[in-house]
């Protein structure tokens, strides 16, 4: 399995030219999951004005889980302990990051992200 950051899966589906090849390539060739705190993520860039979606954000989250076939994964407490022990590698990232960084550790699976801070996160393989 492969995790996508949130810009990645809403990049894979709206518009894939912005992922890099090997970001494409990644995504393609594997099972794709998605921490449920993107959904989140995307919800608050919508209501920011910075994200605009053709529907209503459950909608949206569902067409597109149908369309991508990627699986959304729960933030579950392993993902919220391992979250909270991130910060003590001196990792600051914002919540959702450390939730996504966390999430990928969880499921011991890459994750496709072009966020340079995702780099630092100890044991993360980051593919972009």
């Known amino acids: ?20 090849a090997r970001a494409r390539t990644a995504l393609e060739g594997d099972a794709v999951g998605v921490s ?22 459950d909608d949206w989250v569902r067409r597109s889980r149908l369309s991508s076939g990627v699986e959304l994964l729960d933030v579950d407490a392993g993902v919220a302990v391992r979250a ?17 960084a966390a999430t990928a550790l969880e499921y011991g699976a890459p994750l496709v992200s072009r966020d340079r801070g995702m780099a630092a996160v100890p044991g993360l393989e980051v593919i972009w």
């Open 1 to 20: 399995m492969i995790i996508a950051d949130t810009h990645a899966w809403l990049w894979a589906l709206v518009a894939p030219s912005r992922l890099s």
């Open 36 to 57: 449920a705190m993107s959904c989140w993520e995307i919800g608050m860039l919508e209501a920011a004005g910075r994200l605009s979606l053709d529907a209503s954000l």
């Open 84 to 100: 909270g022990a991130l910060y003590g590698t001196g990792f600051r990232g914002d919540p959702a990051d450390m939730l996504i």
